[in-house]
């Protein structure tokens, strides 16, 4: 095998082999478990960033082989699996080191952190599948891998939850499934390409195709929390705090639009599907999620269910930028597959800090909390300013972006949407910001716990900080060589020509 071919092998092993050691380790082998997850996800990351680094300078990565007669297996990565895999991994290793933090003395932590690194793993397989079978193949096993992390507390509600969970992500990939098979049956290879790969197709199977792509985005809809297959989302949020970071910033909600991504881009491409007029009912679709999520939100006391609804609403940006189909609405919906997952892992790190430290849980538990955690609120707030949108946050660049995209294709009522959708962000972030810095505590917190000097457990802390101080950069930096906004702009002119 080629140099750039162990690369990716690496990548895989880098969390595979840490994962299935760790679930080989008595409970007590704390240190070497805690060796292992942060030396993969330290490893991991330095592969990708190499990968990243010579997929620049032009150089190709792919490894395939038949797993059936004309049916191949194809890992490749181009710069749109290089966006996802360096954001998979970057908030992979901050958010082990808080897992690290958030479980300990908690029983079960070997089957955790096993099934933690085969999700991440699975991920990475998501971002650097070369065809839509390679997808379909990964897609799946993320649910069996994140199952087991949604249960993971095991009560009765907690399984409950996870049957929910359960029912919507493998009626979706039924669905997905029988969608691929038809096309595969249809066009034979389905290789993505950098302008899809129906276009010959368009006129002789213009009913099948439309059928087929409504089905393929039902599919990864589910994952993506579009409206009406969301409602596992909010469900799921009983499952600890490391894992509803990680099913919202990097591994199922992030896979399910990036799914839509890939459909959109390099199956069908984007003037195929304009021309089959598909784009327009699936911008609607994400036009409603969008408003539906936030006034979901708006009635909810649970601080993670207001978090789980603010999802549902934001992730669905990056599916209306791939759907309006202009450079600057694609540019806006990628980059916020990036920026989204910095503002929602800072969240979800802030809740943990909450539930773990004081015992709060719901929103009207917090008044004074800024007092108690002023670090933890400062990276709460840094992080609503960036769901709202307001400069210079990383969520202020992509919305600039979905607002010049919607004016270069002359939509301009999506404007009117992105303001009363920022109108919404606020109404439900900025009660609480106001809760937690200007109102009084009261009463005693309902389970604190001390941790010396420290307002947290710094295991907690510094992952929160970190990506707190990532939100604030990439919208700082957004104009520099280095940041998310730039590579994008590199996928957007190199891989679509646009």
């Not at 400062?378 to 972006?401: D, E, H, N, Q, R």
């Not at 009084?440 to 001390?450: A, I, M």
């Not at 101080?469 to 590579?487: D, H, N, R």
Request: net charge neutral; with cysteine; proline share 4%.
């Amino acid at each position: 095998m080629s140099w750039e071919q162990w690369v990716i092998v690496f990548i895989f092993l880098s969390s595979l082999v840490p994962g299935m050691v760790i679930f080989t380790l008595p409970e007590s082998a704390h240190r070497l478990r805690t060796f292992l997850n942060l030396s993969g996800a330290i490893l991991k990351l330095i592969l990708v960033v190499t990968m990243v680094v010579n997929i620049y300078q032009g150089r190709e990565f792919e490894i395939a082989f038949a797993l059936l007669p004309d049916v191949e297996f194809v890992l490749r990565a181009d710069a749109l699996s290089a966006l996802f895999a360096t954001l998979s991994s970057t908030l992979w290793l901050v958010t082990t080191v808080f897992a690290v933090g958030y479980l300990e003395g908690s029983p079960n932590r070997s089957q955790f952190f096993g099934y933690f690194s085969l999700c991440i793993t699975v991920t990475i397989g998501i971002a650097l599948a070369g065809n839509l079978l390679t997808f379909l193949v990964f897609f799946e096993l993320l649910t069996l891998t994140t199952y087991p992390l949604v249960v993971h507390r095991g009560t009765s509600q907690v399984m409950d939850a996870g049957r929910i969970y359960l029912i919507y992500a493998l009626t979706g990939g039924a669905i997905f499934l029988v969608a691929v098979i038809w096309l595969r049956v249809l066009v034979g290879p389905l290789t993505f390409h950098e302008h899809g790969l129906l276009a010959p197709y368009e006129q002789s199977l213009r009913i099948p195709l439309t059928i087929i792509f409504i089905l393929l985005i039902s599919g990864v809809g589910v994952k993506a929390a579009l409206v009406p297959f969301h409602g596992w989302l909010p469900q799921a949020m009983v499952a600890p705090a490391p894992v509803s970071a990680l099913l919202h910033a990097v591994a199922v909600v992030k896979a399910g639009a990036f799914g839509i991504i890939r459909i959109v881009l390099d199956v069908y491409g984007i003037e195929t599907a304009q021309r089959l007029h598909l784009l327009s009912p699936l911008g609607g679709i994400a036009v409603f999620t969008i408003v539906y999520g936030s006034v979901r939100a708006l009635g909810q006391d649970n601080l993670k269910h207001r978090l789980a609804y603010s999802t549902v609403s934001q992730v669905s940006y990056i599916t209306l930028g791939i759907s309006m189909g202009g450079t600057g609405a694609i540019m806006g919906g990628l980059v916020h597959l990036v920026h989204q997952g910095l503002m929602k892992i800072t969240l979800f790190f802030c809740a943990g800090n909450l539930a773990e430290t004081l015992g709060v849980h719901n929103i009207s538990e917090m008044r004074g909390a800024g007092r108690r955690l002023p670090l933890t609120m400062g990276a709460f707030t840094v992080g609503v300013a960036g769901m709202i949108g307001l400069p210079p946050m990383a969520g202020f660049v992509s919305k600039w972006y979905l607002g010049i995209g919607a004016l270069e294709q002359q939509q301009d009522w999506i404007i009117v949407v992105l303001v009363c959708s920022t109108l919404l962000n606020a109404a439900y972030f900025l009660p609480i910001v106001y809760t937690v810095w200007f109102e009084k505590q009261q009463g005693l917190w309902p389970d604190e716990r001390d941790f010396g000097r420290w307002e947290t457990h710094w295991m907690l802390l510094l992952p929160t900080l970190t990506t707190a101080l990532l939100v604030l950069l990439t919208g700082l930096l957004a104009g520099s060589s280095l940041s998310p906004l730039a590579w994008v702009k590199l996928i957007v002119r190199t891989e679509y020509g646009l």
